[in-house]
T-cell receptor, first 113, second 114 residues
Framework: QKEVEQDPGPLSVPEGAIVSLNCTYS??????FMWYRQYSRKGPELLMY????GNKEDGRFTAQVDKSSKYISLFIRDSQPSDSATYLC?????????????FGQGTILTVHP | GAGVSQSPSNKVTEKGKDVELRCDPI?????LYWYRQSLGQGLEFLIY????????KSGLPSDRFSAERTGGSVSTLTIQRTQQEDSAVYLC????????????FGQGTRLTVV
């Protein structure tokens, strides 16, 4: 079993829809949780970063962490065609001595006009 | 400038040949990662350098893979006797010391072994 599981999709939604992306994990030592967005033939770029359980909002994006269930989510409101990309969850154990990031498989999202 | 720079951007090589992939991290970033991304797959961790500490090599898939980081800056990932299953995009990332800082990725090297 992989440490981080993410539904690869693909996911296709109409413009304006609310998108929900999810990851589950098995390593209870993970403390830092991130969502990266990757456009075709580009490197991933950080979208959202959270530490504790709860919600964090940034514009149309909301990241949610539930450590008790080992489950994280990314919600995209009013989705736009420019949101079409692969979304990768990532997490690490934290601390200055261990910065390895463990990624999910990535979910391919297409938002059509 | 100054993002993470990787070269070459594309590399086609014959099976059995050795290849070297280069990563120039952001200046001052002490942590450097190599990941591999196969088609339709997530990022597979390969190796992690942090300052002067011994690198975490736990993700290297075989002894054909090695990496070094000279002078705490530029890193080279070497794949010896390449196989077709080595075909993938190899991504490099760097970040500042500390766990709550963003890792910046390069655009990757697309390696094709024929």
């Amino acid at each position: 079993q992989k440490e981080v599981e993410q539904d690869p999709g693909p996911l296709s939604v109409p413009e304006g829809a609310i998108v929900s992306l999810n990851c589950t994990y098995s390593n209870s030592a993970f403390q830092y949780f991130m969502w990266y967005r990757q456009y075709s033939r580009k490197g991933p770029e950080l979208l959202m970063y959270t530490y504790s359980s709860g919600n964090k909002e940034d514009g149309r994006f909301t990241a949610q962490v539930d450590k008790s269930s080992k489950y994280i989510s990314l919600f995209i409101r009013d989705s736009q065609p420019s949101d079409s990309a692969t979304y990768l969850c990532a997490m690490n154990e934290g601390g200055t001595s261990y910065g390895k990031l463990t990624f999910g498989q990535g979910t391919i999202l297409t938002v059509h006009p | 400038g100054a993002g993470v720079s990787q070269s070459p951007s594309n590399k086609v090589t014959e099976k059995g040949k050795d290849v070297e992939l280069r990563c120039d991290p952001i200046s001052g970033h002490t942590a450097l990662y190599w990941y591999r991304q196969s088609l339709g797959q997530g990022l597979e961790f390969l190796i992690y350098f942090q300052g002067n500490s011994a690198p975490d090599k736990s993700g290297l898939p075989s002894d054909r893979f090695s990496a070094e980081r000279t002078g705490g800056s530029v890193s080279t990932l070497t794949i010896q006797r390449t196989q077709q299953e080595d075909s993938a995009v190899y991504l490099c990332a760097s970040r500042l010391l500390g766990s709550n800082t963003e890792a910046f990725f390069g655009q990757g090297t697309r390696l094709t072994v024929v």
